[in-house]
C-alpha cells in the first residue's frame, strides 16, 4: 500500500521530461527464429520453418532478407521483434503508394 501512495504521488510530480516509458523507449526484445514464426503468425503471416530459414539465409553477397544475426552468446540467429514487424509494415506501406487508382474520374 504505501508503495502504490508513492507511485501515486510520484505519477503527479512527474514532469514532461520524465515521461513513461514508451514501446519505441523500451529495450528491444530478441527471438530466435521459431518465435519469429510465431510473431509473424500474430499478424496473419502463416510460414514454414523452411520460409523462414530461407529469410534468415545469406545470399552470394553476404545479405539476408530479414535483419537477423547471430547472437554471440549462444551462436543462434536472432531478430529484434519490433525490426521484423517494421520490415513487414514497410513494404506493406510500399506497396499501397504502389497501387493504381482505378476508380473513375468525376
Do not use: C, H, W
Not at 29 to 34: A, F, I, M, P, Q
Request: proline share 6%.
Amino acid at each position: 500500500m504505501i508503495y502504490d501512495e508513492f507511485r501515486a504521488s510520484e505519477a503527479g510530480n512527474r514532469t514532461d521530461k520524465e515521461a513513461p516509458i514508451t514501446e519505441a523507449a523500451r529495450p528491444p526484445t530478441y527471438v530466435d527464429l521459431s518465435e519469429a514464426r510465431m510473431v509473424l503468425a500474430e499478424l496473419g503471416i502463416q510460414l514454414t520453418e523452411r520460409q523462414m530459414k530461407r529469410a534468415a539465409e545469406t545470399d552470394a553477397e553476404g545479405r539476408r532478407k530479414l535483419p537477423f544475426f547471430i547472437d554471440p552468446i549462444d551462436g543462434r540467429l536472432k531478430i529484434a521483434r519490433q525490426a521484423l514487424i517494421d520490415a513487414y509494415r514497410k513494404r506493406q506501406i510500399a506497396a499501397m503508394k504502389n497501387v493504381r487508382d482505378n476508380s473513375p474520374i468525376q
